[in-house]
């Protein structure tokens, strides 16, 4: 699953407000800050939404060891 830094760091990247990701992701505002503070638990139907709504915007998730930090990460795909 992602971790809510991978979700802000993408969105970082985008360029995308945290209502923007939310409409797009079909989840509240709310629920995303929430989610991105680290003050909820999230569904993991919640959190494929928000990777889908991500990934359709131009990123892609790293899994632990494919970053140089040797941990999970995110990059806008090439």
Same mark, same amino acid.
């Given at each position: 699953m992602i971790t809510p830094e991978q979700i802000r760091g993408a969105r970082a990247m985008l360029g995308m407000t945290q209502a923007e990701l939310a409409k797009a992701a079909g989840i509240s505002t709310t629920g995303l800050n929430n989610i991105e503070r680290g003050s909820a638990d999230p569904k993991a139907s919640t959190l494929r939404s928000i990777? @889908? @709504?991500? *990934? +359709? +915007?131009?990123?892609?998730?790293? @899994?632990?060891? *494919?970053?140089a930090s040797g941990g999970p990460g995110v990059r806008l795909r090439k």
């Open positions: 990777r @889908a @709504a991500l *990934e +359709s +915007s131009g990123v892609v998730f790293q @899994a632990d060891g *494919e970053m």
